[in-house]
């Protein structure tokens, strides 16, 4: 963006989200491969195993789908001058919905962590809206980085 080229920086950003969600998905695969025999090597109850298990499955295949949107997409519009609206969306989507969905989930229908898990995982498919939306309306591109 410093260079004024949004064509290349479009290009990378898409690049870059491919590349992520591939890495994303491959990475979070392996862990819920390898996470049952992990667990083994520790003192838990068959509860706490399968909480465990379950808390896994469950950040894992959200992180897969939609961290790249709400992670990587960010901070390429964060890189791009974008910093306001990322910003702005982080801050609304984790007092609004992580901390309030987390109490609402967690308590209401007594879901414990588990609830807690899923409120992270609504943050992160908030923020993945909010930034898919606003990197294919092409506001990001209107910044000037280096002046």
Not at 42 to 48: K, M, N, P
Not at 60 to 74: D, H, M, Q, R, T
Not at 118 to 143: H, T
Request: aromatic letters at 16%; hydrophobic letters at 55%.
């Amino acid at each position: 963006m410093g260079a004024g080229d949004t064509q290349a920086a479009d290009y990378y950003m898409r690049k870059l989200l491919r590349i992520t969600f591939t890495a994303s998905v491959l990475w979070n695969g392996l862990i819920l491969l390898v996470a049952p025999f992990v667990l083994k090597g520790y003192a838990l109850s068959d509860e706490a195993a399968n909480l465990v298990v379950i808390l896994v499955i469950i950040h894992n295949i959200f992180n897969a789908l939609f961290y790249p949107l709400s992670g990587a997409l960010s901070n390429g519009l964060r890189a791009a001058g974008d910093v306001k609206f990322t910003m702005y969306v982080s801050l609304f989507s984790t007092i609004g919905c992580r901390v309030l969905f987390s109490i609402l989930f967690g308590i209401w229908p007594d879901l414990g962590v588990i609830g807690i898990a899923f409120a992270m995982c609504l943050d992160w498919m908030i923020r993945a809206v909010f930034f898919w939306i606003r990197f294919r309306q092409g506001k990001w591109k209107e910044f000037c980085v280096i002046a």
